[in-house]
């Protein structure tokens, strides 16, 4: 599924690298990360983005190539966080109802409880 495809769409696209990471911001949002062409192969939250974005570089699950292509964008919007469970669970949705299956670096889920931060996942 490509990210040009969910609703609402992220409001802001930033390259997966660490030159990149000072455009980021440190509030709440979700985000996606995406293959070259803009598919989708990661749905998250997070209370500070800017430190997400940060973790995520540093996983080389989510840097390395894998089959579903390698995640080169990092798509967010700025969200509430008391809200945030519900975007990432709707985002998560749409690709569930398009492929039948979580996007391919997502686990599990999202919580539909209280979001607890990326510090705490």
């Not at 490509?2 to 802001?12: I, S, T």
Request: hydrophobic share 35%; charged share 20%.
């Amino acid at each position: 599924m490509n990210v040009n495809e969910l609703l609402p769409k992220p409001a802001f696209k930033v390259q997966l690298k660490l030159s990149h990471y000072f455009f980021i911001p440190k509030e709440a949002g979700c985000y996606i990360l995406t293959t070259f062409n803009n598919d989708i192969i990661y749905v998250g939250a997070s209370d500070n983005l800017f430190y997400r974005f940060q973790q995520h570089l540093n996983n080389d699950e989510k840097t390395d190539p894998n089959k579903g292509g390698k995640a080169i964008w990092f798509y967010y919007k700025i969200y509430d966080s008391g809200n945030l469970p519900t975007l990432e669970r709707t985002w998560i949705n749409q690709f569930v109802m398009n492929h039948g299956k979580f996007p391919m670096l997502n686990k599990i889920n999202s919580s539909i409880n209280k979001y607890f931060g990326a510090t705490e996942l």
